[in-house]
Nanobody, 125 residues
């Protein structure tokens, strides 16, 4: 059974950094894109980044230059390095996979068949 598990969420001060992990089991992540999404309180889910199977990343404008997506196929894990965090970055972060590419529709999340349970990130002083 395909499963994704996020970890790394925490309470961090504005300007701080976190690295989220997305560990896959039940399938080989190396063949698939990995996307990251955020759902802030009272807001719709938004797509933050997508990294292709061969390592090409795409970013939403709101995180470009601050967030970096990466992957370690040997560990079957994807990562999201988040720097210069601000309170607007607060929310539950999800990873998703199970499609081979980051198509133009990736920010909607509609194409992804596997989702993690989410990890909470809170940016506050």
């Amino acid at each position: 059974q395909a499963q994704l598990v996020e970890s790394g969420g925490d309470l961090v001060q504005p300007g701080g950094s976190l690295r989220l992990s997305c560990a896959a089991s039940g399938f080989a992540l190396e063949s698939y894109a990995i996307a990251w999404f955020r759902q802030a309180p009272g807001k719709q889910r938004e797509g933050l980044s997508c990294i292709t199977a061969d390592g090409r990343p795409y970013y939403d404008h709101s995180v470009k230059g601050r967030f970096t997506a990466s992957r370690d196929n040997a560990k079957n894990t994807g990562y999201l390095q988040m720097n210069s965090l601000n309170p607007e970055d607060t929310g539950v972060y999800y990873c998703a996979s199970n499609i081979p590419r980051c198509d133009t529709t990736w920010p909607t999340g509609a194409d992804f068949g596997s989702w993690g349970q989410g990890t909470q990130v809170t940016v506050s002083s």
